[in-house]
């Protein structure tokens, strides 16, 4: 999302056209499934593999930490769903 988006229809723009119907608010930057992803099927953004989803994931629904494991950072598993930050250290700045 280049903005935050509010539940419901959002308007698609790009190489995919139409209007995809999320059930929670999307924040910028955040990821949305333009189609339903199967648990272990590949992710991809901007046509690059960037992980795999750790449950089924509807579509319209939020990707992010809690249904996404990512094959870019090994520890995605253990950040913080909401800021991000390592929670598998004594220290974020490790």
């Not at 949305?32 to 319209?60: F, M, Q, W």
């Not at 992010?64 to 250290?89: E, I, Q, V, Y």
Request: with cysteine; aromatic share 4%.
């Amino acid at each position: 999302m280049i903005d935050d988006a509010p539940a419901g229809a959002i308007e698609l723009i790009g190489a995919t056209r139409g209007e995809i119907v999320t059930p929670e608010k999307i924040l910028r930057g955040h990821k949305v499934a333009l189609c339903d992803i199967a648990a272990n099927e590949a992710v991809v953004k901007y046509g690059v593999h960037i992980g795999y989803a750790t449950k089924s994931i509807p579509r319209g629904a939020r990707v992010h930490l809690h249904n996404l494991a990512s094959d870019l950072d090994d520890r995605s598993g253990t950040l913080d769903l909401h800021s991000g930050a390592p929670t598998d250290t004594a220290s974020a700045y490790v």
